[in-house]
């Protein structure tokens, strides 16, 4: 997953760019799969069903163009290494 510069190959950089068109929810929920919670953890998180966050899951995987939640998770890994704390006013995940 990473190159020899110790950053996240370029393997995931086209799905690193398709995350800026995830809606609010969607990075949301992106991130807590980053985070490895599970579809009802995540639904208990965000205070919604579990019905909703797999159809949340689904837009990811099409957007992304990738195949499993797993690969989501690396490459919420890979996101979180390489932008997050860069980008100026991005909200946090919140449980509200």
Do not use: P
């Given at each position: 997953m990473y190159g020899d510069d110790g950053l996240p190959s370029a393997r995931w950089e086209?799905?690193?760019t398709q995350v800026e068109s995830l809606?609010?929810?969607e990075r949301q929920v992106f991130s807590l799969l980053g985070a490895g919670l599970s579809n009802?953890?995540?639904a208990s998180r965000?205070?919604?069903t579990e019905r909703t966050v797999k159809a949340h899951v689904a837009n990811i995987l099409a957007?992304?163009?990738v195949?499993?939640?797993?690969q989501v998770g690396l490459v919420a890994q890979a996101h979180?290494?390489?932008y997050e704390g860069t980008v100026p006013n991005r909200p946090a995940v919140t449980d509200n």
């Open positions: 086209y799905q690193l809606s609010e929810r009802r953890a995540i965000l205070r919604v957007k992304l163009k195949e499993s939640r797993l979180l290494l390489m």
